[in-house]
Nanobody, 121 residues
């Protein structure tokens, strides 16, 4: 079992930055692969960025160069640094984890409750 708790969401103007955090607890082997997903109202959940325990990353094309995913294995915490935010980034952001790397597919077993990000124009 893995418990995931996100934090760091908020409201920001377009062009601004936010840093999301996801604290993981429980079976550390089950969170070998972690990632960030987002879901806007009326839309399907989509992958943003994922990472494995060795630091290998995978990004959605629309965030490459602006978002950075990282993980502090000692703190068992996942981060998402979001720069140059656009209004279309407004969504609930979720942390996910699993023993299998599903890349950007939302098939991960464990999910957090989400943190809201709102970007105004």
């Amino acid at each position: 079992q893995v418990q995931l708790v996100e934090s760091g969401g908020g409201s920001v103007q377009a062009g601004g930055s936010l840093r999301l955090s996801c604290a993981a607890s429980g079976d550390t082997y089950s969170n070998r692969y972690m990632g960030w997903f987002r879901q806007a109202p009326g839309k399907e959940r989509e992958g943003v960025a994922t990472i494995d325990s060795d630091g290998d990353t995978f990004y959605a094309d629309y965030v490459k160069g602006r978002f950075t995913v990282s993980k502090d294995n000692a703190k068992n915490t996942l981060y998402l640094q979001m720069n140059s935010l656009k209004p279309e980034a407004t969504a609930m952001y979720y942390c996910a984890a699993d023993r299998v790397w599903y890349y950007l597919f939302p098939r991960y077993k464990y999910w957090g409750q989400g943190t809201q990000v709102t970007v105004s124009s």
